[in-house]
């Protein structure tokens, strides 16, 4: 799986739209880029995924530039339960194969 | 929203002493996964499990480890003789196995072995 670079960590105002980045620049043409989330120790939770099109779900949106070797994950009206850590993950899944996680990106949403 | 569900949610432990940890993953999942996160690290793979075998294992998945699908729902982790080195959260996880299907995981087992 190719190598993801984010921020350590990030603050967003309540309301506001969080814009998360990641950079992905060794990724390879059939790996898709994959977002999940960690709230306190809990188990990770997926939140969306794409291969190059932009995607949209009821989490969050996911934008993956045209070269493919970054994407941003937008969370459009930040609550406080959006406090997270937040991981991308580069990933070529044909069903069976494991996530491998890097230490993501802790969002703190200020109230 | 079907979830995974894990059993218990705190287990403690003396060291030497064998451990088992419960999972039920979604109903139609085929693919099945343990992952560890020691307090302050990364989530790290533990071991992958489909049809009744080990599909892969990571380093950390020593003979003191072992998996096991003992009915058509439940899914375990038996450590044999834990160290103090195994405290740690343990994530199981599930995908219905298509291609790109995301993992979805329960909220762990707390391990605390003293």
């Known amino acids: 799986d190719a190598k993801t670079t984010q921020p350590p960590s990030m603050d967003c105002a309540e309301g506001r739209a969080a814009n998360l980045p990641c950079n992905h620049s060794?990724?390879?043409?059939?790996?898709?880029v994959y977002w999940y989330r960690q709230i306190h120790s809990q188990g990770p939770q997926y939140i969306i995924h794409?291969?190059?099109n932009n995607e949209t779900n009821e989490m969050a949106s996911l934008i993956i530039t045209e070269d493919r070797k970054s994407s941003t994950l937008i969370l459009p009206h930040a609550t406080l339960r959006d406090t997270a850590v937040y991981y991308c993950?580069?990933?070529?899944?044909?069903?069976?194969?494991?996530?491998?996680f890097g230490t993501g990106t802790r969002l703190t949403i200020i109230p | 929203e079907p979830e995974v569900t894990q059993t218990p949610s705190h287990q403690v432990t003396q060291m030497g002493q064998e451990v088992i940890l419960r999972c039920v993953p979604i109903?139609?999942?085929?693919?099945f996964y343990w992952y560890r996160q020691i307090l302050g690290q990364k989530v790290e793979f533990l071991v992958s499990?489909?049809?009744?075998?080990?599909?892969?294992k990571s380093e950390i998945f020593d003979d003191q480890f072992s998996v096991e699908r003992p009915d058509g729902s439940n899914f375990t982790l038996k450590i044999r003789s834990t160290k103090l080195e195994d405290s740690a959260m343990y994530f199981c996880?599930?995908?219905?196995?298509?291609?790109?299907?995301?993992?979805?995981f329960g909220n762990g087992t707390r391990l605390t072995v003293t």
């Open positions: 996880a599930s995908s219905i196995g298509t291609a790109n299907s995301p993992l979805h």
């Open positions: 060794t990724i390879s043409g059939n790996e898709y």
């Open positions: 794409g291969l190059k």
């Open positions: 993950i580069v990933h070529d899944n044909f069903g069976n194969e494991k996530l491998t």
């Open positions: 109903s139609n999942h085929l693919y």
């Open positions: 499990f489909y049809n009744n075998e080990i599909s892969e």
